[in-house]
């Protein structure tokens, strides 16, 4: 095959993976017109109860990333979760919803560079399976697929914790410190942040591979605000560089409906265990 017909058929495979790909409609809440400063969306646009239970991990990942981040910005950090959680991560859509994973890397454009961007994110979404809370102690760790291209860097693999949950048993490592910190995209109000340049200071913290996530690697800090019990919505920046999108949802409370005044709950008062989810809940498994 020439490069010119391969070139045509890698474009037309491309093109058919966007069109048809799995997307599911938006959810049924209002935007405000692109441009609309914080205080304005927050008064003419609050998210009502019923907005936040409209909100899914599926619903919220096809959205253009100019709408997920209205979502982001009217909602609160909520309380610092407790226990294991389901992740799910998707790069920044445009109004056409192609995907695009910026500064992360060097990527074609058009057809070619969004079929990249969705095979990335497919790895990503294989690799990481989502997070466990450790609120008492304000630290997480990451659950990380089994999977074999980790095993000839990691010698001392079955010392690893693993954790059983979800229906996955995945290894728990990355670790960070959690606290109520400045969103980057937000400053006027507090989010729920996750910084791994701590991670060294958390017991079991193992080099490699937990490096990579600090300051000497990929350098991750992570935010995440609230969108109802069990479901948070996050942001992933790699240095100063927003990289991409992420959902926490717990299968068990995740769909319920907010409790009265639960979406006002500051994620630094909120240290003492919730009775919907403890760490004691869950053990991890050697």
């Not at 990527?107 to 450790?134: C, I, N, S």
């Not at 959902?247 to 319920?256: N, Q, R, S």
């Amino acid at each position: 095959m020439n490069p010119v017909t391969r070139r045509r058929v890698l474009n037309l495979l491309a093109t058919a993976i966007l069109v048809s790909g799995c997307r599911s409609a938006g959810p049924p809440i209002r935007f405000a017109p692109p441009g609309t400063d914080v205080t304005s969306l927050r008064r003419e646009y609050p998210l009502s109860d019923a907005d936040r239970l409209a909100l899914t991990p599926d619903n919220i990942r096809n959205l253009p990333q100019d709408q997920v981040d209205q979502i982001y910005d009217r909602l609160t950090a909520g309380p610092i979760p407790d226990g294991p959680l389901r992740g799910d991560l998707f790069f920044p859509r445009d109004r056409d919803g192609h995907a695009t994973v910026g500064d992360l890397a060097e990527l074609p454009t058009g057809p070619l560079g969004d079929l990249a961007a969705l095979r990335a994110e497919r790895l990503g979404r294989a690799f990481w399976k989502g997070k466990v809370f450790f609120r008492s102690r304000g630290i997480l760790r990451n659950r990380i697929e089994d999977l074999a291209v980790l095993r000839p860097f990691l010698k001392d693999s079955a010392s690893i914790p693993k954790l059983t949950f979800d229906g996955e048993t995945t290894w728990l490592l990355f670790p960070a410190r959690v606290s109520c910190g400045e969103s980057a995209l937000d400053p006027s109000r507090p989010s729920i942040v996750i910084d791994y340049a701590k991670g060294p200071e958390i017991e079991g913290y193992r080099p490699v591979p937990d490096k990579l996530a600090g300051p000497e690697g990929l350098n991750i800090r992570d935010e995440i605000r609230f969108v109802r019990p069990g479901f948070y919505l996050g942001r992933a920046y790699f240095g100063k560089r927003f990289g991409l999108n992420f959902t926490l949802i717990d299968p068990a409370t995740g769909g319920a409906a907010p409790r009265a005044g639960s979406t006002q709950e500051d994620c630094g008062a909120s240290r003492a265990a919730s009775p919907a989810m403890t760490s004691a809940a869950f053990s991890p498994i050697m």
